[in-house]
Each structure stands twice: as C-alpha cells, then as structure tokens.
C-alpha cells in the first residue's frame, strides 16, 4: 500500500533536509538510519542525494575537474543548468 502523498512529501522534505544537513556535519546514527532506509525507496531523493554529493565532490576538486556526468544527466532544464553551472564556477 502506498503512502499518502502528504505522508511522502513530509519524508521527502525531511530527507533533504537531512542530506543538506550532512554537508554541514556527520549525521548522528537515528539520522543515518533514518536517510538510509528512505532514499532506499524514494528514487527521487536517491538521485538528489547523488547530485548533491556529485556537487560536493567537484567543489572539492581544485577546480579544474569537468562537472560530473550525474549532474550533466540531471532532469534540469538548459537554463537551470547554465545558471548552475555559472555559479559553480564563480565560487571557484
């Protein structure tokens, strides 16, 4: 049985949170669990999770490393990607 769609969207949100969270600092071990056992499920937040870390992960290059293909392969519009990528390279 699926949940309702209020139920999901409070579990996603609480998701990105968590994975938002974990940029700024270890998540504890109910957190870990918690985003674990939900991106299990919910492809979407799976995928946001993977362009997040995609992100981090170019951020930390020096610099000069091409953008990862998770991010190139995103569901994104031309111009949100422009704008992305814009900003990525400005905080260089």
């Known amino acids: 049985m699926k949940k309702p769609k209020k139920k999901r969207a409070h579990a996603c949100r609480r ?5 938002s969270l974990s940029l700024d600092r270890p998540l504890d071990r109910a957190e870990r669990r918690a985003l674990f056992w939900h991106v299990v499920i919910c492809s979407s937040c799976r995928t946001f999770r993977k362009q997040v ?4 992960s170019f951020l930390r290059a ?7 293909t998770s991010f190139l392969d995103a569901n994104l519009s031309d111009d949100a990607r422009a704008r992305i990528r814009a900003a990525l390279e400005s905080a260089r």
Do not use: F, K, Q
């Open 15 to 19: 998701a990105s949170e968590l994975i």
């Open 53 to 56: 870390e995609s992100v981090r």
């Open 62 to 68: 020096d610099g000069t490393a091409p953008l990862p």
